[in-house]
């Protein structure tokens, strides 16, 4: 009930807040390439139930028909204001109306499309006990995850590596998850933007990420 109370009040006050943002970043994106402003992708959520989650669009129109389904280094699909919205993680901003709805919470497992949540071992989805979260551990530790794929190898990569590994830390988190827990990782979450946005930190830093890192 805490937590459901603090992610409606924040994705509240967030919203009204950065609503100048939203509205200067919708433009923008409008000027930048033809297209709607706004992008929604099917993600799989609580108890597996489906849902739409939010972003300001960062690619092209039509590119999840010219390509696969997850983005990859220097992707061409993604517009030039777009790979913007990506490095500073501004694109993800529209997911507090996911919050706002209860379809998402602040802190939480990554949201992840149905075709790899049909992969998932029966171990693996005990992540979907709990609500998916903007931030959490796999999202701190693989901010940059586009970088780290190649289009020679991606479904290999991301399969067989990268998507184990996010999947390890969402159950360290569901197992250890508290509203404590969750206060830090959105500090560490902070730190991590500013940190971004003021000195586009390297990618090694943040794959580092881990949780002992996070709960120090």
Do not use: H
């Amino acid at each position: 009930m805490l937590k459901r109370s603090f992610d409606l009040i924040v994705s509240l006050i967030g919203l009204i807040v950065l609503s100048p943002l939203f509205a200067v970043t919708a433009v923008l994106i409008k000027l930048d390439s033809p297209g709607p402003a706004f992008y929604r992708a099917e993600r799989v959520g609580k108890d597996g139930r489906p849902f739409w989650m939010y972003k300001f669009r960062t690619m092209f129109v039509g590119a999840d028909k010219m390509g696969p389904a997850i983005t990859y280094r220097n992707d061409p699909r993604v517009t030039r204001l777009g790979r913007f919205l990506r490095r500073t993680k501004l694109d993800e901003l529209p997911q507090l109306l996911n919050v706002l709805k209860g379809e998402m919470s602040l802190v939480g497992p990554r949201p992840e499309a149905p075709r790899y949540v049909a992969l998932y071992s029966p171990q693996q989805r005990e992540v979907l006990k709990v609500k998916p979260g903007i931030t959490g551990l796999a999202q701190l530790a693989y901010a940059c995850e586009e970088d780290l794929l190649d289009p020679d190898s991606l479904d290999r990569d991301y399969i067989g590596t990268i998507l184990p590994r996010k999947l390890a830390l969402d159950m360290e988190y569901v197992d250890k998850r508290s509203f404590l827990f969750d206060l830090k990782i959105l500090l560490r979450t902070a730190l991590t933007l500013i940190r971004r946005w003021a000195f586009r930190s390297s990618i090694s830093e943040l794959a580092a990420t881990t949780p002992s890192q996070i709960k120090s």
